[in-house]
């Protein structure tokens, strides 16, 4: 009984350590606790991410831009300098649409961003980033 307890508390105290020692421990702490216990679904909570906001939401992306803002910025500047007004963006396998919402500003009305995505909750999150970039 005692072996597992002490190994419980190492691994409290393993995680703790990792968190303490982490480049943005308070952001890392946050996005856990919100995540966990469920106070991302009560609040909307906007995060600025390059020139636009997305809501907050415990999925592995959304806790990974709470935690970098500037995650992804790599693929924003392709994206960003290759598409222009008019051209077809094609998506597959979209998540929450953080590349699909640079192509759709970059090529406009006029061109087409289309999202494949697999997993229901992911279609609702991309529904309410729409939202959040139309207002």
């Given amino acids: 009984m005692n072996k597992i307890v002490g190994e419980k508390y190492m691994l409290i105290g393993r995680k703790f350590l990792d968190i303490v020692q982490d480049k943005h421990p308070m952001r890392r702490l946050t996005a856990g606790l919100m995540g966990r216990s469920g ?3 009560l609040f909307k909570i906007k995060i600025k991410v390059q020139d636009y906001e997305i809501f907050f939401h415990p999925t592995g992306h959304g806790s990974l ?3 970098d803002p500037n995650f992804g910025r790599e693929d924003y500047e392709f994206i960003s300098s290759f598409l222009k007004e008019g051209d ?3 998506d597959i396998g979209a998540n929450i649409g953080m590349t699909l919402i640079p192509a759709a500003k ?3 009305e006029t061109g087409k961003a ?6 229901p909750i992911h279609l609702y999150l991309l ?3 729409e939202k959040l970039i139309i207002q």
């Fill in 65 to 67: 831009y709470w935690y």
């Fill in 106 to 108: 970059c090529i406009g």
């Fill in 127 to 129: 529904h309410q980033m």
């Fill in 114 to 119: 289309i999202a494949l995505i697999l997993y």
């Fill in 39 to 41: 106070l991302a679904r």
């Fill in 88 to 90: 077809i963006y094609i």
